[in-house]
């Protein structure tokens, strides 16, 4: 049965039952993290979504990401109408592998995709140090 479902629902971008059964009416942005040594990048692909709809918030060792996206159409004709809405949120919730600046961190949001850029603190590298392993 889940499958009938998911092979229904496979052309209008929603997440398959194997991925929430509730999570129809639920969008599920793809979510992709890089780290280097002196930044961590985080991509979220939101297509059809605005910027003022989108929520960022950095917290000590997580990246929340909020959204809702709502869409409305209507087409009139002579003898047919047809009008389509559809809403949607999102949240989440990144955890962060290393301590990270908040005060320079950045967003930008191109084209459906939101990138957050979050500079690591200067000195980072200098907080690890290297521990020889010595035989008794």
Do not use: C, H, W
Request: aromatic residues 8%.
């Amino acid at each position: 049965m889940n499958r009938l479902f998911d092979d229904f629902f496979k052309g209008f971008g929603l997440p398959s039952t194997a991925q929430g059964a509730g999570a129809l009416g639920m969008f599920v942005p793809q979510v992709d993290m890089t780290e280097d040594e002196k930044s961590i990048k985080v991509t979220a692909e939101l297509p059809g979504m605005d910027e003022k709809n989108i929520d960022i918030n950095l917290g000590r060792d997580s990246l929340t990401i909020k959204g809702e996206k709502k869409e409305e159409r209507e087409e009139k004709g002579q003898e047919s109408y047809y009008a389509e809405r559809s809403f949607g949120s999102f949240q989440r919730v990144i955890p962060l592998p290393a301590e990270v600046n908040p005060d320079q961190a950045e967003a930008t949001f191109v084209k459906g995709v939101l990138t957050v850029t979050m500079p690591k603190p200067a000195g980072e590298a200098a907080k690890t140090r290297r521990i020889d392993v010595k035989g008794a």
